[in-house]
Structures are given as C-alpha cells and as structure tokens.
C-alpha cells in the first residue's frame, strides 16, 4: 500500500463514554477525542475512537472497508455469537443490498403523505389531552403514547405484545455498547420479549391492510427469505421507537429551555422543520456505535488493523466547530443544519427517517398551535443509556395559548 500520509500513532484518551458521569454529560469526553487527534485510541475501553465531522462521515460512506456485519457493538458478532440473529443494520453488501431493496418498496414518499393525513387528528387530541392536565411528564406522557400508537398502526402489528415494544429497543440499543450493568439491567427479559416481538413480526400476525405485509410481498416476489422478512420487520419495531421518543424529547427540552426559540416558532411555523434538524444535530439521540475495520487501513494518519473496532461518535461530529462553526454548541433556528449525521449517513442511513420526521413534525404543529409556552417544573432527568442520548424525565408546565 502506497500512502503519502504520515502514519503516526493514535494520540491514547482516558475516559469510559459508558460511565454514568460521560453519559450523562458526554460533551467533554468528545472534545477531548476531537482535540487528540482525527483517530485516538480510548485506553479505558481498548477501542479506536473518531469523533470528527469529517472521519465519521468517511467511515459511514466507506462501507467496504467499515464493515456493519461485525455488529455495532464492541465484539465481533461473527466471531462471537450476538443475543439475536443480525439485522440489515448488521449486514454489508450483498445482503443488505437485497433487504434494503425490499424495504425501500414499502416505505416511501407516498407513505408519509398517507401517514401525516392519518395522524394529525391523534396528535392532535393527545396534545389537547396533556394540555387539559397543565402539568406534565413529556417522556411518559407525550414522546412516548405517540410513537407508541403510531408505528404498530401503521405496520399493522396487533395489540397483543405491543408492550414489548419499549423495553425490547432498550435492549437492542444499549447492545451497541458493551456488556456493563446498565445492558444487563435492560437484558433481563431478552429472551421473552424477543418472543413476543418475534410472533408480532410473521405474516399471520400481520393486519392485512398495514405496511408490515407489504414486506412480506417480497417474498412472493422472490426478493427476500421468509426469514429476512421476518427480520426486516423487527428491525422496523426495533429501530422505529425509542428513538423516536427520544428524538420527540430531546426537542421539547431544547425548546423548553429557550423560551425565545418557542415563541419564534410560533410567529414563524414554517421554521419547525429547521428546528427538528437543529435539534438532531444538537442532541443527537443515537449517539454512538461501532464499525469493524475489514481491511488494514490508513484514517486520518492512523493505521487500522484488520478486524479493530472504532467507536463512532455521532454526537461528536454533529457537534464538530471545523464544521459548525465555533458556535456548533449552540442551537441556532438560523443554522443550516442539513449534513447533520443524526439519522447517519451511506448505505446504511436510517430508512424509516421518513416516518419519524412525519411523527415529530406532527406532533410539533400541534403543540406549536396550542402551547403559549413549556415551562421546566423542575430539573430534566438524564437517561443512562449506552447508545442512545435523552431523558428519562421531563417535567414541565403546558401554557396554553
Ligand atoms: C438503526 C437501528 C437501531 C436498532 C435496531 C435496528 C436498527 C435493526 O435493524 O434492528
């Protein structure tokens, strides 16, 4: 390999990302990966780490030589075997090639126009439900019922399981990170609730008239496996929730938080869209995981060796100053947010972002044409959670307009 770079050692960092204390504030960790260097190695955790703009979208769009079959996580689930059969999100070309095809034909543009039209009314009358009460609980009370409805309505998963839902994608996104107590506090029922939503996930289960079969379509065609469509449908209930309640409560928190922002909202709603990818790119809600390298290679002047992890921080590149700007700490409703890698990036970017900008952007309306103004009743509660970025709790006051 010729390479006119310099190939240097990477710069070592100390700090556990999944402590507590770097979960609950994780900027300055980031800034010290950012400052060591294009690639630096975290010695608590032996892994390599990037966390800036560019290195991060490099890794993402390179996908022959960052591989997504070792998994997310910090093992290599083809060496050692994961706590599920893998996902598309855990499958390089060709495979992935083939089920992203099959989901890309269920969902689409037409989707969202269809699904906005159907839950503006929900929205609507679960705002005017919290509102009624004044104060409130966002997670429990709004983030969570709407994509909680939303999504199994849509894909047509019956009621019987639907409770699965929440704590099954607490387990699949605290796996993307290794095995500490707060994984196996989230693993305790693995074994049930990948049951329950396993059985949500076959034809037969399946409403006739919801999306979900319309994978199943695909294997009619000859397109896919029953098994494939079996996972395809999974990874829809795994990935299309929590983060969904998070990305809903991260928002509302930003805002509440700044006043000002609320009510520019409200004399100009056409910024609401501006402000979701502001507010993804600020507090990303999937924070951080994993590539395997499957070849040597050279980033940033790093050497890395075949078969190595690097740790991606999302949050780290959708914060980077070279480039945001130096104000890229600050949530700004006049940044350009787009670039932002929020919903990641390449191949493998987030497949129903439609759907989840069609549940906030709803939600949001409805909230903005009702809400004078979200005051903090009392401090926001972090969530500890080794991939994903939120709260647990956010208490607030609803003032209506
Ligand atoms: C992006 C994401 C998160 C969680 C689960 C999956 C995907 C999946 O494909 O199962």
Redo the contacts with the bound molecule.
């Keep these: 390999m010729t390479t006119p770079v310099e190939v240097v050692a990477p710069a070592s960092v100390k700090g556990d990302p999944y402590s507590v204390e770097n979960i609950t504030n994780p900027y300055p960790l980031i800034q010290r990966i950012r400052e060591a260097g294009p690639v630096c190695w975290l010695e608590d955790i032996g892994v390599f780490a990037v966390g800036g703009y560019e290195e991060v979208w490099e890794i993402l769009t390179d996908f022959e030589t960052f591989s997504s079959a070792g998994g997310l996580g910090p093992k290599d689930i083809r060496k050692q075997a994961a706590w599920r059969p893998p ?3 855990e499958s390089d070309p060709p495979t992935h090639t083939v089920m992203r095809r099959a989901l890309a034909g269920v969902i689409n543009p037409n989707v969202s126009r269809q699904l906005r039209a159907r839950i503006t009314e929900p929205a609507d009358s679960l705002v005017d439900r919290v509102l009624a009460q004044g104060e409130i609980e966002v997670i429990s009370e709004l983030a969570e019922p709407f994509p909680l409805k939303v999504i199994p309505d849509l894909l047509g998963v019956r009621h019987e399981g639907r409770e699965a839902l929440l704590p099954y ?1 607490n387990i ?2 605290n796996a993307f990170g290794p095995e500490n107590a707060i994984l196996t506090r989230a693993a305790a029922r693995a074994d049930e609730l990948s049951r329950l939503i396993l059985e949500s996930c076959t034809y037969e289960s399946l409403d006739p008239d919801g999306l979900g079969v319309r994978i199943w379509d695909r294997v009619h065609e000859g397109l896919i496996t029953d098994e494939q469509a079996q996972l395809l449908m ?2 829809l209930l ?2 299309g929730v929590d ?1 969904t309640v998070l990305a809903i409560g991260n928002l509302l928190a930003v805002l509440a938080e700044r006043p000002e922002a609320w009510a520019r909202l409200r004399r100009e709603p056409h910024l609401a869209k501006f402000a979701i990818d502001e507010s993804l790119r600020f507090e990303s809600p ?1 924070q951080k995981f994993h590539r395997t390298v499957s070849a040597d290679t050279v980033l940033g002047g790093v050497r890395l060796p075949k078969d190595a992890k690097v740790l991606l921080f999302l949050g780290a590149a959708n914060r980077d100053p070279r480039k945001w700007g130096d104000d890229a700490d600050t949530f700004d409703l006049d940044r350009n947010a787009s670039g932002h890698v929020g919903f990641g990036m390449g191949l493998h970017q ?1 497949i129903g972002q439609p759907i989840a900008r069609v549940e906030i952007e709803t939600l949001l309306q409805s909230l903005l044409e009702r809400v004078e103004s979200i005051e903090p009743t009392a401090e926001f509660e972090p969530l500890v959670h080794n991939s994903l970025r939120g709260y647990a709790r956010i208490p607030v006051r609803l003032i209506p307009a």
Excluded: N, Q, Y
Aim: charged share 10%.
């Design positions: 996902s598309i999100l994608g699949v996104f999974r990874a795994s990935a983060s999937f987030c």
